[in-house]
């Protein structure tokens, strides 16, 4: 499996970004895709989960993003989005995009360390 994000940049505050994750080689129908992000200041390894989607459609917004973020797919389930409305400083971060296999997924969609694969990420930088 392969991902690769991109759709980064930098823009005030007040504005908007679609970030897109170009999904190859996953077949399986089941398991999940996610947004993550690292902020400039978390330490390498660290993820924040932002939006989840599962196998049956169902998105996850981590809360304090709700109103703000959506996240979507094609139906082929090939390509992955993170629409960022209203976007603001503290949103500035790498964004990177994740899938995993796990069929149970659902309920930890958020949870980093179920992801087994990931992109290298875009960054998102929001000045103020």
């Known amino acids: 499996v392969q991902l690769v994000e991109s759709g980064g940049d930098s823009v005030q505050t007040g504005g908007s970004l679609r970030l897109t994750c170009e999904v190859s080689?996953?077949?399986?129908?089941?398991?999940?895709m996610a947004w993550f992000r690292r902020g400039p200041r978390s330490p390498e390894k660290e993820r924040e989960g932002?939006?989840?989607?599962?196998?049956?459609?169902?998105?996850t917004i981590a809360g304090l993003l709700k109103g703000r973020f959506t996240i979507f797919q094609d139906n082929d389930k090939k390509t992955l989005y993170l629409q960022m409305d209203n976007l603001k400083p503290e949103d500035t971060a790498m964004y990177y995009c994740?899938?995993?296999?796990?069929?149970?997924?659902?309920?930890?969609?958020?949870?980093?360390?179920?992801?087994?694969?990931w992109g290298q990420g875009t960054q998102v930088t929001v000045s103020s």
């Open positions: 080689e996953f077949t399986h129908r089941g398991g999940c």
């Open positions: 994740a899938v995993t296999t796990w069929d149970y997924c659902a309920g930890s969609v958020l949870t980093p360390y179920r992801y087994e694969y």
């Open positions: 932002v939006a989840g989607i599962g196998s049956d459609g169902r998105t």
